[in-house]
């Protein structure tokens, strides 16, 4: 009985097929509507933020690690800005701090097959909590190891709360991508209070506040007079991580002074 | 003329004993297993894992791999049968697409136990980001998983059961669904060209992407390789034809002897083995570049590195040039070997190397990792062990392929009634 398909009759079938358009019909619009979520996405914006670190004034004292983690509600064993220690090459021992690099082009924002990963007009690489499905292809692409991965969930504040300041954000999910966003909360409500990025201290990342030596300094990379613009042009040889690869970072390095002078030897 | 199906035994106890139950059996405490590492991941996130913010893809991304490369078959024996219409082998093609409907659904399942937000899995298919090779990855998986199903369907429904099980007339809902289902596969079986030609663009697409998912990371030295995404195709069919010449060598000749010519075997044999060496001619020239590139600072550090630590280049010489080039030279010559058990066994080498490919790449560039330390470039060596959770997840998904597997060959037809006339 069942081996005739003529039984199931061709208004069946066109009914069927019906179904199926209007399924993908619903879908496909229902993507459009939804796609493109960052559709700011590679429109500049009047603001550029960017920061400089002075690798010659870091003491390796671990308080912008430390307010990072209380400022954005870490737990105590994750890091969005690491500090370690590297030589030069004839062996000088210095501290590099480490957050993420904010790139012009910057691999984790191509590579995220959802787009939770984008800049901002004004240059600042963040995420969207929600739409982040875990994948970690971010965390693979990222040259500079600084992308985060929340592998479990918030066990209440890092223990440098309230020494080094208290959560501003709220804690994400078990399961997503997470990174620097050079503060970005403090950023944009500091700017709809008239205040400036960099130079009043509620605008400005937890880590440049935290500084006690001033190594870092923060602000608008299109305003010259900006502290971070300031700290750059302070010094012939400021540097970029991993150069090579164009990623275009927004953290500058003010190189340790033996590796300037040396430079200034070779008549570089 | 009905087809009659041997099934495989073993001696035991002095007599021939169906090995089925036991193997089902033996699957089936491999699905508990894997169950409980399931829960466990579903319930307490990824922190069971031994992964790490430096090495964040593992044991699950290599199976996931794997899987998709061992139903590299489907889309060689599509465009061989629906495309060139070389209809000798049909028959074999419908074990090739069972292969890659099969390799496809352990990837899909594998992949949502790797994702931080499994139920989140859809959501590259609604917010599209085309720039990302993942998601061009995905997109492709999931269309070419609907058409696998479409390819599948009507090679399911030439079971017996689907046609004269006394159900069908005592529960007319019953009757009326395999009805509906008779004729969607009529239809497919219809668009059978159409879908060869999607599943051939979208397997080489993601096949390609899946090498390019590597090699377009500059930052990571060794992967940052122009020929990965041809040696991820190439590898894909070679392995995967392979495994099809194994698995028909079982089904076929063992289990229902007859119902394919040898010749027809000897020619996937031949197949296989010479994708296999067309794919060793492109990994030694990959070799050989790589090395040209070691020139390089970094990836020279990076390869120094992984040989002391691992047996990095052995297990290129071994596992994928000569596991690779002598099966395939054997394979090739299928018709003057003419010992079916000596060719399946080799085929066997070809499957693991493309395995072991994909585990290789995986593992290089996240364990030898490159440093953004601007003034002396280094390379760290990461760790990373695998934990009882991805283990158990890996038993439960390979558990699901062998066990799929093994009721189809024991039960499907692999011919439908008007072949079984003619």
Known sequence: MTDNPAEFSRRDTLKVGGAILGALTVTSLASVGM???????????????????????????????YACQAVNNLADDMAYSVVTTETTKNGEEYFLSRPCMHCDDAPCVKVCPVEATYIRPDGIVTMDYDLCIGCRYCEVACPYDVRRFNWKESAGNTTCVPDFGIPEVDPRPRGVMEKCTFCEHRIDAGLERGLVPGVDESATPACVVACPTGARAFGD???????????????????????????????????????????????? | MTIQIKPLTMRMF???????????????????????????????????????????????????????????????????????????????????????????????????FDLGQPLRFWYPVVYWQPHSLLWEITMCVVLYLSVLIAEVLPIVLEHEIFHSHPWLTKYPILGKSVNLLHAISHILHKWAPGLAIVGLTLSLLHQASLGATYSVLSGRGLWFNQSAPVQFVLSAMGGGTSLLFFLSVIVFKIMRPGLVKDDVLYDVARIAGGINLLCIYMRIWDWAVTNYYSFDVEVSLQ???????????????????????????????????????????????????????????????????????????????????????????GTLVISYWLLAFSFAARFLPFVGKNEQHH
């Open chain 1, 221 to 268: 990379l299109k305003d010259p007079n900006s502290p971070v613009s300031i700290m750059i042009n302070s010094s012939p040889n400021v540097i970029r991580l991993r150069e090579e690869l164009s990623t275009l970072p927004k953290v500058y390095y003010l190189p340790p002074k033996s590796t300037v002078e040396k430079h200034e030897e070779l008549g570089l």
């Open chain 2, 14 to 112: 002095k007599k021939e004993v169906d090995i089925f139950p036991y193997w089902v059996g033996f699957l089936l405490i491999g699905l508990v297993f894997g169950a409980i590492g399931a829960y466990d991941i579903l319930a307490n996130g990824l922190v069971g894992t031994g992964l790490t913010n430096q090495v964040p893809w593992g044991l699950w991304i290599t199976i996931d791999l794997s899987a998709i490369a061992m139903g590299g078959s489907a889309f060689v024996f599509g465009t061989i049968v629906y495309l060139i219409r070389a209809t000798r082998f049909a028959i074999v093609g419908k074990l090739a697409i069972l292969l890659g409907f099969l390799g496809y659904s352990t990837a899909g399942m594998v992949l949502l």
């Open chain 2, 303 to 393: 390869t120094q590195m992984l040989n002391l630590i691992s047996p990095y280049s052995i297990s290129f010489w071994v596992g994928q040039v000569f596991f690779a080039a002598i099966p395939g030279g054997l394979l090739l010559a299928a018709k003057k070997v003419k010992n079916f058990r000596i060719l399946a066994l080799v085929a066997l080498l070809p499957a693991f190397c493309a395995v072991l490919l994909r585990w290789s790449y995986n593992f290089s560039g996240l364990i030898a990792m490159i440093t953004y330390d601007p003034f002396t470039p280094e390379v760290i060596i990461n760790s990373y062990k695998p934990t009882w959770q991805e283990y158990s997840v």
């Open chain 1, 35 to 65: 796609q493109n979520a960052h559709a700011s996405h590679g429109v500049e914006g009047e603001h550029k933020w960017g920061m400089a670190i002075d690798i010659n004034k870091c003491i390796g004292c671990n308080y912008c690690t």
